[in-house]
């Protein structure tokens, strides 16, 4: 087994190899890069072209551990990439099975807090006060995309919804 590590500052993109009957087996674990990262797009792109060039173009799976940006944003910044690539399965978490109702109240639940959250903060920063604190608190928000007070970009939930819309790959959902 062979495994590469994309060494893109705070985030994680691991492309694991497996020997296989007459053809390398290609597993990709996450793949993103920190919020403010500079260039991520373009380092994004780097990676997924590479991805693409070691695997001719052909993944047997995906896994997507969590969602934070820095382990799905490459999949919005290099979307035009992987559109050109083939999937053969992706796994998730539990949590996001479309048809189980605990995972869909905790995802719902999640997100109502984090946009009561962003406003909140958006509030806090528009008042002044205290902005280094108001800053980290919008730091732990970027592990969701969308920094306070930014709209129309991309997030982790976009991400998610590319990878379960690929009609090429089929999707597993995995319990702990």
Request: hydrophobic share 40%.
């Amino acid at each position: 087994m062979k495994v590469r590590m994309y060494c893109q500052g705070l985030g994680d993109c691991f492309l694991l190899s497996f020997p296989g009957g007459g053809r390398n087996i290609y597993i990709l674990v996450d793949c993103g890069v920190f919020m403010g990262t500079a260039s991520a797009k373009e380092m994004m792109e780097q990676i997924a072209q590479d991805i693409q060039q070691t695997t001719q173009g052909h993944l047997d799976a995906v896994v997507v551990t969590h969602e934070h940006w820095d382990h799905l944003s490459g999949f919005n910044q290099a979307k035009q990439i992987f559109d050109n690539m083939t999937i053969g399965e992706v796994w998730f978490a539990w949590t996001e099975k479309p048809d189980d109702e605990f995972a869909l109240k905790l995802r719902k639940d999640r997100e109502e807090r984090a946009n009561k959250l962003r406003l909140a903060v958006e509030q806090w920063q528009n008042a002044g006060l205290h902005p280094e604190t108001s800053e980290r608190v919008s730091s732990i928000l970027d592990f969701f995309g969308a920094p306070v007070g930014v709209s129309n970009q991309l997030t982790t939930r976009d991400a998610l919804n590319y990878l379960s819309a690929r009609d090429d790959a089929s999707k597993r959902y995995l319990e702990p």
